[in-house]
Structures are given as C-alpha cells and as structure tokens.
C-alpha cells in the first residue's frame, strides 16, 4: 500500500512539475521586413534609431527578433525587392518613405505595411484618409502645413537682399514633385526667382549645381528624398564651395554643414515606426491606426557655416531655434 501511494505521488510530482527552463525560455521570434528606398550608406543612423525603438518595446535582433533589409535606388529594383520580402512572409514590412511603401503595397494587400515618413499618403494612394487607411497600410507623416514655404521664408529672414534662390530634387522621385510647386508658390509670394535644377543620380549633382552657379543664385534648397539625403555631405561641400547658404529638410544637412534645416525630427518618426510595428504584432489592424502626423517641426542653425560665410543670424531666429550648432 506505501508503495502504490508513492507511486502516485510520484504520477502527480510529474504531472505539476513546472515546466522546464527550456520551455519556459522559448519566445516566438517575429521577422520584420524593412524595404529602404535608397542605398545602404544612409541608412545606418536610422537603422539605430530604429532598432532602439524596437527594444524599448521588447523586440531585440537576435533573441526575439530577424529583420530582413532591402535597399533600392529605382522604381524597378523597389519592385523587385517588395516581391523578394512578401515572399518570406514577414510579419509586418516597414517601408522607409513613399516610393517605398507603394512598391510594398503593390506586392501584398495582406500583410501589414508601415511607412515611417510618407510627405502624402493620400494623395500617393496608400491610405484612404488619414483618420482610417481602409486597408493594409498606416503609418507616419513627415508633411506639415507648407513646409516648403517656410523654408523660403526663412532663409528670406536670414538674407532679406537674396532674389534667386536654386532648388534642386531628385527628378526621378515623382513624390518630391508637389515640394517644387509648393517653393515655386512661395518664392512668387516673396518676391524671389528659383532656378530649379535636378539630379537623377549621384553623377548628375556637380552638373545640376555648376548650372545654378552660372545663374548667379544666392541661395540654395535642397529637397530631401534618398538621393540628396545619401550625398548630403557632397551638396555641403559644393554648396560652400560656391559660398551659398543650404536649407534642407533633415538637420542631418545642418550637422552636414549646411546653414539651415527646418522639418520633423526624422529620427522620431523611425522610433515612432517601432510603436507602430508594436501594435501590429500586437493584434492592431493597420485599418484601425491613423497615419500619424509631426507635431512639431525643427530649426536648426550651424552657426560655424554662418561665421564661415559671413552671415549674421537675427538674435529672433536664433531664440527660435531648437538647435544651434556652435
């Protein structure tokens, strides 16, 4: 009779022991598709920022964590690599900006899509509102109320006498478009010329900015898109060369060494992206998450730049920046 009682015991210590370390260690692993429009060597910053978000939110590559990362520089490549990420069936892709995020959404109308900056979602067609995307797709904005304007406006502010002003894009991203209408509105507001110039390869910058050299402008602006955020340091340089003030929209351009940026903290939005993958794996659909939109806009000054060029800053301006770099 002892025997059989310690038999059940024993029957009973198996079937309540707890689980084993083992067990208790295993954790679901989630792979994270990031589809970069632009090459490698400007996306380590942002890399960081994002991979930061992500482990404030539990997920850490390695452990719980596979991202999967595809840089592209053409619409066509874009394509190839949504295809090439849909097929390793993901359990949401984040795309990087617009073109990106279009070329995602082609691939796939199941799996979640996140965009970090997107200048115009609806206008682009990834969301149906800003309130409800109505389908696969949400994410973040980097558009404000004519962001555009106001970077003629200040650099206005900071050379009152400036009368032409070069713009230069990347012609063969169609999203920056609408900013060149948007700076050709503003500069017929304020009285100033534009001498709009493009480039469609990092072979073409030196060309597109000799050319405003020869137009005498006083100024430059630099429309932001993975072409002139990748060679940023390059337009910086030429832009000195020729003794122009640059405004841009990233303040990586400012650490660059241009004189002006004013625009979203970027490295937000991609911290940002982590909450939003946060809440997808959760079990969030991107139907029911509004595209998020910047709260706040960033002045950055290189005063170092100014001093180089001779350019007093107004004390207002400087009292309104949020960074100045000595």
Not at 26 to 39: D, E, F, N
Not at 85 to 96: C, E, H, T, Y
Not at 150 to 163: A, M
């Amino acid at each position: 009779m002892r025997l059989i009682g310690l038999a059940v015991v024993l029957i009973l210590g198996l079937i309540l022991v707890p689980p084993t370390l083992e067990a208790q260690q295993a954790v679901r692993t989630y792979r994270i598709a990031v589809l970069v429009a632009g090459p490698a060597a400007g996306f380590p910053p942002i890399n960081a920022v994002f991979k930061q978000g992500l482990s404030e939110h539990g997920y850490v590559e390695g452990k719980n964590l596979v991202l999967e990362v595809r840089f592209a520089t053409t619409p066509e490549q874009l394509a190839q690599d949504a295809e090439a990420l849909v097929r390793l069936n993901p359990d949401v892709i984040v795309a990087s900006v617009t073109p990106a995020a279009q070329a995602a959404k082609n691939a796939t109308k199941t799996i979640p899509i996140i965009f970090s900056a997107s200048s115009d979602p609806v206008a682009f067609g990834l969301v149906a509102s800003l309130a409800r995307s109505g389908g696969n797709v949400t994410g973040l904005s980097n558009a404000g109320p004519d962001a555009s304007g106001k970077r003629l406006e200040l650099l206005k502010e900071v050379l009152p006498r400036v009368s032409r002003v070069a713009v230069l894009w990347n012609s063969a991203n169609a999203v920056i478009a609408q900013q060149v209408k948007e700076t050709e509105a503003a500069a017929k507001k304020l009285g100033v010329q534009v001498h709009v110039v493009s480039a469609r390869g990092p072979d073409d910058l030196e060309g597109a900015l000799a050319a405003s050299a020869g137009e005498h402008v006083g100024a430059l602006i630099v429309l932001s898109d993975f072409l002139t955020f990748a060679h940023r340091g390059r337009i910086v340089d030429l832009s000195l060369k020729n003794r122009w003030p640059l405004i841009s929209e990233p303040k990586e351009f400012a650490v660059a060494g241009g004189l002006m940026t004013y625009g979203p903290n970027f490295s937000d939005l991609y911290r940002r992206t982590a909450y939003y993958v946060d809440k997808i794996l959760k079990g969030a659909k991107p139907a029911d998450l509004p595209v998020e939109q910047p709260t706040k806009f960033e002045l950055v000054i290189n005063m170092k730049t100014a001093k180089a060029l001779g350019i007093t800053i107004p004390q207002t301006l400087l009292l309104r920046a949020d960074h100045v770099i000595e």
